[in-house]
DNA sequence: ATATTACCAACCTATTTGGTAGGTAATTAT
DNA sequence: ATAATTACCTACCAAATAGGTTGGTAATAT
């Protein structure tokens, strides 16, 4: 498996703030009661889209979560790149990862760096908008 | 990270085997050498292999393995999915994962279905034939 | 003042990953 | 026969990851 739940609830996270524009901003209690998640898990994987300016938080009363942008502007490639670290097939492809040993002749390197540019390729394609419509 | 080391050890052990091809029955340690993997854990990868037929197994001196079919006969897709179990990119889609609640409605499924289907065509559109010419 | 809400850090349990250790059984060379 | 070699098998183990929970603090509207 790739993608963890860190990166699928954070996807149904920005779909429901999606779904409930226009209604101010929305309280992640809310959320998490919609979407059936645990409101403090919740709570652990949000900051990390704010932190990057995909979401806009307000504290206090009435407070709560909005998107920034259109569902159109935000591809699912970047949110679970963002909530999921790196989308590499392989732990030698991976950000943090020094050059293999073995990569200059590596036979298989080839298909992992193919499949790494089609997983990237594949996500980057897709919206939050595409997603809507189911 | 979706290939472990354990699929990734395995190709690279089919891929040695079929460059050793004609040299009749391949010990594992020769394998492992060549390869810098622990013999113990090639070991302990190995067997899936000879369970299903992929390759053939003599004990005692001078045995060793080697392949049952042509390397353009093994899809990188069969080894893979025999050493890793499943290559399903999320949860829900994995064999033993009984149906989701959130199925009938939940507006990322497909996209994981459609991510699952690229996966393993693209894994058993090459061989071991493909690889090896790097 | 109070309720609400984002935001933050520490902790926890179970599973997976990536091995190692220590053998037994089969077969061949000597 | 015996010794060496090799597949094959089981149990164990440490570190990392997944998937949370607990218990707060800070900001803000009412």
Chains 1, 2 share one sequence.
Not at 69 to 74: C, L, N, V
Not at 109 to 133: A, H, Q, S, V
């Amino acid at each position: 498996m790739i993608i963890s739940t860190r990166g699928r609830y954070a996807l149904r996270v920005m779909l429901d703030l999606a779904e409930h524009m226009g209604e101010g901003f929305v309280p992640m209690k809310t959320v998490a009661e919609r979407q059936g998640i645990s409101l403090k898990y919740v709570e652990r994987i949000v900051p990390v889209l704010t932190k990057n300016g995909l979401i806009e938080g307000v504290q206090g009363k009435n407070g709560g979560y909005r998107l920034v942008r259109a569902p159109s502007e935000y591809r699912v490639g970047e949110i679970l790149r963002l909530t999921e670290g790196d989308l590499a097939p392989v732990a030698c492809l991976e950000a943090g990862a020094g050059e293999c040993p073995r990569a200059g002749k590596c036979p298989t390197l080839p298909m992992w760096k193919e499949l790494y540019g089609l997983i990237n390729g594949f996500f980057d394609g897709k919206t939050l908008e595409d997603l809507r419509g189911k």
